[in-house]
């Protein structure tokens, strides 16, 4: 196989048994991601999306179908060797943040590192400090969730997925709680780690998030209805904009 | 995950609820502590106990007159006395382990001395007695076997006799009265104490047997014979040889009882303490009711804790912890929590054993013993309470959990 592929799903299905009605929430799914790419997956609610999100991050099996994760077979494997695939494999980043209350930041990055069977981190607190470095948080090390903005909790969550080196990140609805400015400034870092050779996986319902990306697929009622290549719009002009747009509309104000 | 990086997680999880980590500890605290303080309070009266037996007399032996049945109805121990004089001569002449021997004549009798009366035992003994007894004279003298032999009307009085009849004033040299008859005082014994029942072992007069046989009581048959060899290894073997010894003497066929007993300290003791050992052991059973009532408050603290994380159990696992991690966690905050809980219990023991002696003045041991027993009930009271929360814990979906509200 090539291994510069990430992520290869061949004929994926997902029935769900309700009682006694059957609800097929994936319909055959076949996506190969490569190394290095940044894919939106869109669709809206009851797309699937979110089904073939739990399955490509190891939370959940598929019905039928295989699916190999940077060169593992991981519908055919146990729980516990799925619980270290996620470990070892996937960073995710999630919408509501997920950062564990009361607990520090450089504490919540280095939480992955504890889960560790193969021990690869000798130093956890150092990887974790270098981790939050590069999210721009190496001044926050010591903050607790509460005291930290929700840009700079999702910053945390996006060290704590890359803390380990994953083949992935796995990002659901990252966005999804915060403001449009804040959007913009977490897409760029997004894009920032995909430029640096880090393959990204972005769920969104929102085509603007989406446009970040370089690679849409988008799914309905189980199926892939849309897979294609863009251009993608460049978050940190976006923001540059932004932020230039905000400072003009300050500067009208003191003047009148 | 290694070890000690799942106590370290326990840990701060447990310290970041200090109120509701206390408050459930405290059931453990109060069970430990109150199992300690019971089992200490049975100890201490059984170690008394053991005390006191051991203040009988060393490397002793009781051979005491023993039951008679008729028609299969037991009439009680001393109900046939068969014991004698003969006997105790027997023993002395026959047994080889046995270095002294004397006969105990006891009635009680009113006697008249220098400022008052008093109601006392009379023991008839020979000059053994007093080493048998390790028993010392606080002053005056002690009887001759020349006495013994004559018959002669001399007395030792116990402390408790000598401070009723002279109050103050020095017995020795001075003439008592028993039963009509003068009877004067050689000496005053060392105070001892009571027995393990209760009685005051120093309200004695002791006499030579004769003189008591001969001249004041006129029984035939004698209470006690007491016998002591010069070795505590020997005990046993004295203790079969005097059984020979008295059942020829007594002329008991193979098939009939023992008329007699011969019992040492050990069983004496035994007797004693056995009733403080249930007593304990039913001061231990109430005591750990309580400490099964802090494994429940523990199991349902961890229940509520469970749920109440069920997203950080979600986190978890998304980032890898297998399910087994997630239980170890659980176990050991458990663990922990009712570990330290026993702990401070076991100062709380301390502390209240100690509160106990000093209110009541009975006397309070903690054995070590019960220390290491406390804090490993504790131990097995947390896994024990906390597996099931634990498992719960561990038997989540991730995909449910992360999605719980």
Known sequence: MDESVVIRTRGITKVYTMGTNQVHALRGI????LKGEMVAIMGASGSGKSTLMNIVGGLDYPTAGTYELDGIEVSALSKNKLADVRNQKIGFVFQGFNLLARTTAVENVELPLLYDRLGRVRNPREAAVRALTRVGLGDRVDHLPNELSGGQQQR?????????????????????????VTTVEVMTLFQELNDSGITILLVTHEHDVASYAGRVIELRDGRVIRDEYQERVSARDDLERILAERRMDEMEEVQS | MRPFRLVKVAGKSILKNKMRTLLTMLGIIIGVGAVLVMVAVGDGAKSQIENQIRNLGSNMLVVTPGSSSAGGVSRGSGSFNRLSLEDAEKIRNESVFVSMVSPVVTTFSQIIGGSGNWRARLNGVDVDYLLIRDWDLASGSWFTPQDVRSGKKVAVLGTTVADKLFSGQDPVGQTIQIRNVPVQVIGVLE???????????????????T????????????????VSTSNQNDIPAAQEEINQILRESHGLAQFEENDFEVK??????????GTTEVMTLL???????????????IM?????????RTREIGIRMAIGARGSDVLVQFLIEAIVMSVLGGAIG??????????VANITGWSTVVEPNTVIVALVFSAAVGIFFGFYPARKAAAMNPIDALRFE
Do not use: C, H, W
Not at chain 2, 264 to 273: G, I, P
Not at chain 2, 346 to 355: E, H, N, R, S, Y
């Open chain 2, 346 to 355: 076991v100062a709380v023991g301390f502390g209240g054993a100690a509160l």
């Open chain 2, 191 to 209: 105070p001892k104490g009571q027995t393990p029942e209760g009685s005051d072992q120093d309200d004695v007069v002791l006499a030579p047997y």
């Open chain 2, 283 to 297: 001061l231990a059973a109430i005591a750990s009711i309580s400490l099964l009532v802090g494994g429940i408050g």
């Open chain 2, 300 to 308: 349902n603290i961890m229940l509520v804790s469970v749920t109440e």
């Open chain 2, 211 to 226: 003189t008591v046989q001969q001249r004041l009581s006129r029984f035939r048959f004698i209470s006690q014979i007491l």
């Open chain 2, 264 to 273: 040492n300290q050990t069983q004496l003791a035994d007797a004693a303490s």
């Open chain 1, 30 to 33: 076949d996506v190969d991601i």
């Open chain 1, 156 to 180: 945390v969550a996006i060290a704590r997925a890359l803390v380990t080196e994953p083949a992935m990140l796995l990002a659901d609805e990252p966005t999804g709680n915060l403001d449009s």
